[in-house]
């Protein structure tokens, strides 16, 4: 698709309520990164960068939760949860997240204490390895987010550093096979290498 072709099917897909990612048509985001190192006690993922997607999935409409779900699902991510983000540091050491962000907006604390601050809206998806430290520090009365993860992941919440097996444990965890947003043709696979 070229440049402009793509803008005019961006156009009327926003015409709809909809963004490429809740298509199911193949149009590739381009993620901000995010390399966060050991901090303290909270392990993060020295190898494996955090993924930013703004804006990826429209937010309007009467359930912008289930378009996220729908998305998470048809790239091979299945969502497990509806809620918020805890407002308590902590990771996790048995499965990367997928965090969509479906309401409202939210200032996070990625990396651990005095760790990386961004501000998430609505639309905005991320993606957090296994072992990055993420806590809520605000967040608006309707932050809704839609929390998924690679299939045979089963989320801990960890809130002290890891002993040793579960530090090796995060190093082992198979990549997941796809990009939660854009699925096989995804970002995810690029910038996700072994170590």
């Given amino acids: 698709m070229s440049g402009l072709d793509r803008r005019r099917f961006n156009t009327l897909l926003a015409g709809l309520g909809l963004s490429s990612a809740s298509s199911g048509f193949a149009v590739t985001s381009k993620p901000e990164t995010l390399q966060l190192s050991r901090n303290g006690w909270m392990p993060n993922n020295e190898h494996l960068p955090v993924l930013l997607y703004r804006g990826v999935i429209s937010a309007a409409g009467a359930d912008p939760a289930a378009r996220f779900e729908a998305a998470f699902l048809r790239n091979g991510w299945p969502p497990q949860w509806r809620n918020g983000v805890y407002d308590f540091h902590h990771y996790h050491s048995t499965a990367h997240e997928v965090l969509g962000f479906a309401g409202g907006e939210a200032h996070l604390m990625l990396g651990g204490e005095n760790g990386h601050e961004i501000t998430i809206r609505?639309?905005?998806?991320?993606?957090l390895p296994t072992g990055t430290g993420h806590c809520k520090l605000s967040a608006s009365p309707d932050f809704l987010v839609v929390g998924a993860y690679p299939p045979e992941q089963n989320w801990d919440i960890c809130r002290s550093a890891p002993p040793e097996e579960a530090s090796q444990r995060m190093k082992?965890?198979?990549?997941?096979?796809?990009?939660?947003?854009?699925?096989?043709?995804?970002?995810?696979?690029?910038?996700?290498?072994p170590a």
């Fill in 172 to 193: 082992r965890l198979p990549f997941p096979k796809s990009d939660p947003v854009d699925g096989t043709s995804g970002a995810l696979l690029q910038l996700w290498r």
């Fill in 122 to 127: 609505a639309g905005d998806v991320a993606v």
